[in-house]
């Protein structure tokens, strides 16, 4: 919980709230009782939602590998950044997005309801509320198709495998070979951490160049996945190579690890043409 301030569950406020199918969002949430006790949804005196799982916390395990890029205005498309056609995201992975990307949620219109759900992009979606940017989920069962208005909130993978290049170093744009994508994962425990969010095994010496030195040259420079070596499970595992000796590797063997420079944030568009077109 953040500081002292009280919240109540979203789930018991909210039994008389319907959506446009006629059942409760406590129904929906009891149909979905795992998701539910994982990551209770919670109304906080301002009206804003958060999930449990997010307050005090750094991003979900379940969300680690996602991040959030906004799709074509006032469409229901996503564009080529994303791995889906359109917004799959649900509920809890809205909110999480709005987390993420500093915008609010508000649990009275969080849910488009029936009367807007032919004008808003498919699932969710960024809309100006005020002047805030607030993030909304329209659950319309057929494909909205009316004059829409909204930016659909899409998905990409936060990290990606790159490809290793005998004398570059981690900030070469060809070892990514995406833009939006830097290899440049630098401290150890960074890529502890992403090794555990795409499931991979951490090697016993993780750390390359802690016996020979000259081990720096032989590995992509960063956090990567071992060229060879995998688990009795048959998972791949993941070294760190600090590159300490000041070289660009000579003869890499591995798979660098990418991860996402510039994640989804409000604040990065507040001056953007995007509020022209609402």
Not at 19 to 29: E, F, H, L
Request: hydrophobic content about 30%.
């Amino acid at each position: 919980m953040r500081g002292s301030r009280p919240a109540v569950y979203l789930a018991c406020l909210l039994t008389a709230t319907h959506t446009s199918n006629g059942a409760t969002i406590q129904d929906r949430m009891m149909r979905n009782e795992k998701a539910s006790s994982e990551k209770a949804l919670q109304l906080m005196p301002n009206g804003m939602m958060e999930t449990e799982a997010l307050i005090g916390k750094e991003d979900p395990y379940e969300f680690c590998n996602d991040d959030f890029p906004w799709g074509i205005a006032n469409s229901n498309i996503c564009d080529s950044r994303s791995i889906t056609h359109m917004s799959d995201l649900d509920q809890d992975q809205c909110i999480f997005a709005a987390e993420k990307a500093g915008a609010q949620t508000h649990a009275s219109d969080f849910d488009v309801d029936q009367t807007w759900q032919n004008v808003r992009p498919i699932g969710c979606f960024m809309f100006p509320c005020g002047s805030n940017t607030c993030y909304y989920h329209n659950e319309d069962g057929d494909t909205p198709h009316g004059n829409l208005t909204g930016v659909p909130v899409c998905r990409r993978r936060m990290y990606k495998e790159g490809t290793a290049f005998a004398g570059a170093f981690s900030n070469d744009d060809r070892i990514c070979g995406d833009s939006d994508y830097s290899a440049a994962i630098i401290t150890e425990a960074k890529c502890r951490k992403v090794a555990s969010c795409l499931g991979h095994t951490q090697g016993a010496d993780f750390t390359i160049g802690s016996h020979t030195k000259s081990d720096e040259l032989l590995y992509p420079q960063g956090c990567f996945i071992h060229a060879a070596e995998r688990t009795a499970e048959g998972k791949e595992v993941v070294y760190f190579n600090p590159s300490t000796m000041g070289q660009a590797p000579t003869h890499p063997e591995g798979k660098p690890l990418c991860k996402v420079i510039h994640p989804q944030q409000v604040r990065t568009h507040a001056n953007n043409s995007w509020q022209n077109s609402f």
